[in-house]
């Protein structure tokens, strides 16, 4: 159960359950604000640790918060001779999302949005929380406007050429924006004689479908109760039940296959939000885990893929001998790998304080096999 909060408002005592997909405590400061604030004030409060309650109208809420985020931008930016680490960065984000997410908006019992020409967005709501169980909520502004989006990206779906149509994420679900990674899954020559795979962390489930169009029979795991449900629409909407079966797992399922694919987080370090577990590894936990599994579960003769990008290395957080050398001691060999250079807007954007790594970034599909 979400936690309480209280504020005074108009002489009374208001209570609402906080709401925080990344966790984020109850705010100890709350002020209620509406249209005669400005966006100078705002972002001193914030930036002084107070939570604004909006209480204006919708359309202005939505523009003063395009105007904070301008001003975090420019707070939270990198200046001449700052060390460009990837630590750094990660503090600068967390900072600035930390204080845009002290402006806040009340939610009904039923999602209901209670301010001057709010759009409905109850059906994104419950999308993403299930059934309302009738409180009032508060929750960032932020966090709202990134279920409604996460809606209408569901609605819309993301055309993905290997698989014959679009992947529809859902809330909390990574989307497959960069195409690179999926292409070296519907490209590389599959072993000799492959009629099944598994698709460990299938997460939206388009790599599933990419193998199912390759003509494999598929066993997708996960372990999210979002990214289960999400993949299964997916294969439902695809017409691909019958080559795709989706369980919950804690990476494999039982069994072996003479092909085990894994596309895991990409960056060992700790995620913020529940979203960021598809970007994030913790310690490369789950890199290790699918290494260290992958031989109990080869047929023999098969091969693991293990799509992954150099990023980390670039950024000193993990190095190429260490990748190596937990292949090696997994019991496994490199066969091959596959690479190929990302297109997305971040590798050419010099404005990025992660630019010169990026720059260098390639993503790979790994070959490996048991020893």
């Known amino acids: 159960m979400n936690p309480l909060i209280e504020w005074p408002e108009n002489g009374q005592t208001r209570r609402a359950r906080w709401r925080s997909e990344a966790g984020l405590a109850p705010p100890q400061l709350l002020e209620v604000v509406d249209d005669s604030l400005t966006a100078d004030a705002a972002f001193a409060a914030l930036r002084d640790g107070c939570a604004l309650l909006w209480r204006g109208d919708w359309m202005n809420g939505r523009r003063l918060i395009q105007e904070l985020t301008r001003r975090a931008d420019r707070h939270f930016a990198f200046k001449a001779g700052d060390e460009r680490s990837f630590a750094a960065h990660r503090q600068r984000q967390g900072?600035?999302?930390?204080?845009?997410?002290?402006?806040?908006?009340?939610?009904?019992?039923?999602?209901?949005?209670?301010?001057?020409?709010?759009?409905?967005v109850r059906p994104a709501c419950r999308e993403a929380w299930g059934k309302p169980d009738g409180s009032n909520s508060v929750l960032a502004l932020r966090e709202l406007l990134a279920v409604i989006?996460?809606?209408?990206?569901?609605?819309?779906?993301?055309?993905?050429?290997?698989?014959?149509?679009?992947?529809?994420?859902?809330?909390?679900?990574?989307?497959?924006?960069?195409?690179?990674?999926?292409?070296?899954?519907?490209?590389?020559?599959?072993?000799?004689?492959?009629?099944?795979?598994?698709?460990?962390?299938?997460?939206?489930?388009?790599?599933?479908?990419?193998l199912a169009r390759r003509g494999l029979n598929v066993v997708a795991t996960d372990m999210a109760p979002r990214a289960l449900v999400c993949a299964t629409e997916n294969i439902e909407r695809l017409g691909l039940t019958e080559k795709v079966s989706v369980v919950?797992?804690?990476?494999?399922?039982?069994?072996?296959?003479?092909?085990?694919?894994?596309?895991?987080?990409?960056?060992?370090?700790?995620?913020?939000?529940?979203?960021?577990?598809?970007?994030?590894?913790?310690?490369?936990?789950?890199?290790?885990?699918?290494?260290?599994?992958?031989?109990a579960h080869l047929a023999p003769g098969g091969e693991g893929w293990l799509i992954m990008s150099d990023l980390a290395e670039h950024l000193g957080l993990r190095s190429r001998e260490d990748l190596l050398h937990w292949i090696d001691q997994a019991g496994l060999c490199v066969l091959g790998r596959i690479d190929t250079r990302p297109t997305h807007g971040k590798a050419q954007d010099r404005s990025d304080p992660l630019h010169a790594a990026r720059a260098r970034e390639i993503t790979s599909l790994w070959r490996l096999a048991a020893q």
Request: charged content about 20%; overall charge negative; hydrophobic content about 40%.
């Open 248 to 295: 919950e797992a804690d990476l494999f399922p039982d069994g072996r296959a003479p092909l085990v694919v894994c596309n895991p987080p990409w960056l060992p370090a700790q995620p913020s939000s529940p979203v960021e577990y598809a970007v994030y590894d913790p310690d490369s936990h789950m890199l290790r885990g699918f290494l260290d599994g992958l031989p």
């Open 149 to 210: 989006s996460a809606h209408e990206w569901r609605k819309k779906g993301v055309p993905v050429a290997a698989v014959g149509g679009s992947i529809h994420p859902h809330y909390g679900v990574f989307s497959p924006v960069r195409g690179e990674y999926v292409d070296l899954v519907a490209q590389a020559p599959l072993p000799p004689g492959c009629d099944l795979a598994f698709d460990i962390g299938t997460g939206s489930g388009v790599l599933a479908a990419v």
């Open 95 to 120: 900072q600035r999302a930390a204080l845009l997410a002290r402006l806040l908006v009340p939610l009904g019992p039923d999602y209901k949005l209670p301010l001057r020409r709010a759009q409905d």
